[in-house]
């Protein structure tokens, strides 16, 4: 390529002070490259270019750069526009080929402008993001002899837009791939719905809502889900986000009406950050106990356009809560309430009553003589016997305890003896139905009854009832042909 000084003297100070880089280039060499080939038959330029590397660069000597403005010489490091010339090679190489293929092709097509996007490099070897346009100059359009070329240094734009792909690669990492379930939502229109009813008049909204509960279910209806992660489809049992999108309804229902309620009342009262406990469903119907933690993102505290909801799957610790409830209260072996249970009951039924309040209380017959004969696996099945049949002869608020060993106690609120003695007909006949379920040791109760009157001390109640018990178990034993003075079991 060879250089020269051809422009106008009108436009010498405008072409050298402009602020992007300016190349006066002439391209008539290419245009008589271009009639050779198209004199030997070619049409498809690009196809003839990457079939060989080599006549790209043929165009591109056959180019002459005629003038480059200051501008040009500050962007690619050169002090002269000679040492840039002669180093066209380090500007030009590697992707800029593909794009050079483009601008000659718009060439070729009889546009003549082009722009493109390409990489060109200073001489020391940094890489320079550019746009590159061009065009003919008017008068010049025949031979393509005055081609102006502009460059617009695009670099901090590009670098930038590479950090802001990563941060967003980084983001969407951190969201899809958190420990926890994340929802993306937009509250907007339940913000809109609120202030309704604050521009109303509305001043005490938790009376409000429970007068018209239909609102709360609007409100509900209103949320729009914008994203999830990939940890809620799992804890929701979900195969995709589409589908979990279009099954709400059967994550949010039953229990949750009231926690969302509760919610609302927050964000009337302001709290855009607010936590809770609550309960979802996946969609196979499974239970799902969750800690929410729902917050207004910053910047859309104004609308609620934006609100980030993160639930913890807390089912693990809400069913060993449960079961260690379960355990302060029951009986293991028998599932039957347990004596500390009774205890608390008793005490709660002699304030409260309802009154009467009948006692049964129930030795298992036999219990001693199946350990010493059968072993204790056989005990404990007659023992897991004697709780099902007493837990499915009363009904809530009655209820059924393991007192002792081999005792037993039900409770029976608001019953008189009449009443009583009909439930313990109904454990006779359960008692009858079991032993023809089971072979082996035979179940029986021996029982005694004790109803206690309003005004009334309920532990005297007790006491006749086991005193009833001791007198049946000694007919019992009677009928047994035991010795009612060998231990009881």
């Known amino acids: 390529m060879t250089t020269s000084l051809l422009l106008p003297d009108d436009y010498v100070q405008m072409f050298e002070l ?18 050779e080939w198209r004199a030997d038959g070619v049409t498809d330029l690009r196809a003839h270019l990457r079939a060989d590397r080599r006549r790209v660069e043929e165009c591109s000597r056959r180019l002459r750069v005629l003038q480059v403005n200051r501008r040009t010489l500050e962007l690619f490091g050169a002090e002269s526009m000679g040492q840039l010339v002669d180093k066209l090679d380090v500007v030009f190489r590697d992707a800029m080929f593909d794009t050079f293929i483009s601008e000659l092709s718009s060439l070729w097509e009889g546009q003549l402008r082009f722009s493109n996007q390409t990489v060109n ?20 359009e025949a031979r393509w002899d005055r081609v102006l070329v502009s460059i617009d240094d695009i670099s901090h734009r590009v670098q930038a837009e590479r950090q802001l792909a990563l941060s967003e690669c980084y983001a969407r990492g951190l969201f899809e791939h958190s420990p926890v379930s994340l929802w993306v939502e937009d509250f907007s229109a339940v913000k809109r719905l609120i202030d309704e009813v604050r521009a109303a008049g509305i001043r ?17 209806q209103e949320i729009r889900v914008v994203d999830v992660n990939q940890l809620t489809l799992t804890l929701f049992a979900a195969p995709d986000k589409a589908t979990l999108l279009r099954r709400l ?21 302001g709290k855009l950050f607010q936590q809770r406990e609550t309960v979802n469903y ?17 910047g859309r505290e104004h609308d609620w356009s934006l609100v980030l909801v993160s639930l913890t799957d807390i089912t693990a610790r809400k069913k060993a809560e449960a079961y ?8 293991v072996l028998t599932k039957l309430r347990n004596r500390s249970y009774y205890t608390d009951e008793l005490n709660r039924l002699q304030r409260k009553g309802p009154f009467p309040v009948a006692v049964i209380i129930a030795d298992l017959n036999g219990l001693k003589l199946t350990n010493d004969q059968m072993g204790h696996a056989a005990g404990d099945a007659l023992l897991q016997r004697a709780g099902e049949v007493l837990a499915k002869a009363v009904d809530t608020p009655a209820c059924a305890a393991r007192i002792g060993g081999d005792e037993f106690a039900v409770l029976l609120p608001a019953t008189d003896t009449r009443a009583a003695q009909h439930v313990m007909e109904q454990i006779e006949k359960l008692v ?58």
Not at 204 to 213: E, L
Request: one cysteine or more; charged letters at 25%; a negative charge.
């Open 282 to 298: 996946s969609l196979e119907g499974e239970t799902v106990h969750v800690h929410l933690q729902f917050s207004v993102l910053p």
């Open 204 to 220: 005490d909204f938790r009376t409000f809502i429970d007068v018209h509960p239909e609102f709360v279910e609007r409100c509900m």
């Open 18 to 35: 402009a602020p992007i880089s300016l190349w006066l280039e002439d391209y008539s060499g290419v245009r008589a490259l271009f009639e």
């Open 432 to 489: 009858e139905m079991n032993n023809s379920f089971y072979p082996g040791a035979p179940l029986s109760f021996s029982m005694g009854l004790g109803v206690c009157e309003a005004g009334e001390r309920l532990d005297e109640a007790v006491a006749r009832a086991d005193a009833a018990m001791y007198e049946a178990k000694r007919q019992h034993f009677e009928s047994q042909g035991h010795d009612r003075r060998q231990p009881r079991g």
């Open 121 to 140: 490099y200073t001489l020391d070897g940094r890489p320079l993001h550019i746009i590159v346009h061009g065009a003919v100059l008017p008068g010049h």
């Open 324 to 331: 260690l409830e379960f355990l302060g209260k029951h009986d």
């Open 249 to 269: 309804n059967e994550v949010f229902r039953d229990d949750m009406r009231a926690h969302f309620a509760e919610q609302l009342i927050d964000l009337w009262d």
